[in-house]
């Protein structure tokens, strides 16, 4: 059964950092994408960041610059490294993996909460 538990989140004051983990059962190799996505309360769930299995990354506009996203093949583990918090970046953070299965399919963990405030 495919898992993808995600850890990390928590309480932090603007300008401030956080590292989210994402552990995937299973190999991260039968992942073509893996990423993360945010929830905030009353918005829909948006991109912030994804890496290939090449390694290639792709961030939100509001992301590029402040997070970085990387993955560890040995330890099948993706981050989320989120440095410079705002306010704005509170919200429920998801790990995605999308595999091939005769048609793109989506996994997702079940989320962990960043709350950025003073």
């Known amino acids: 059964q495919v898992q993808l538990v995600e850890s990390g989140g928590g309480s932090v004051q603007p300008g401030g950092s956080l590292r989210l983990s994402c552990a995937v059962s299973?190999?991260?190799?039968?992942?073509?994408?893996m990423g993360w996505y945010r929830q905030a309360p009353g918005h829909e769930r948006e991109m912030v960041a994804t890496?290939?299995?090449?390694?290639?990354?792709n961030y939100a506009p509001s992301a590029k610059g402040r997070f970085t996203i990387s993955r560890d093949k040995a330890k099948n583990t993706i981050y989320l490294q989120m440095t410079s918090l705002k306010n704005e970046d509170t919200g429920v953070y998801y790990c995605?993996?999308?595999?091939?299965?005769?048609?793109?399919?989506?996994?997702w963990g079940q989320g962990t909460q960043v709350t950025v405030s003073s």
């Open positions: 890496i290939t299995r090449a390694g290639f990354g």
């Open positions: 995605n993996g999308r595999a091939w299965e005769g048609g793109e399919a989506d996994y």
């Open positions: 299973g190999s991260i190799e039968t992942y073509y994408r």
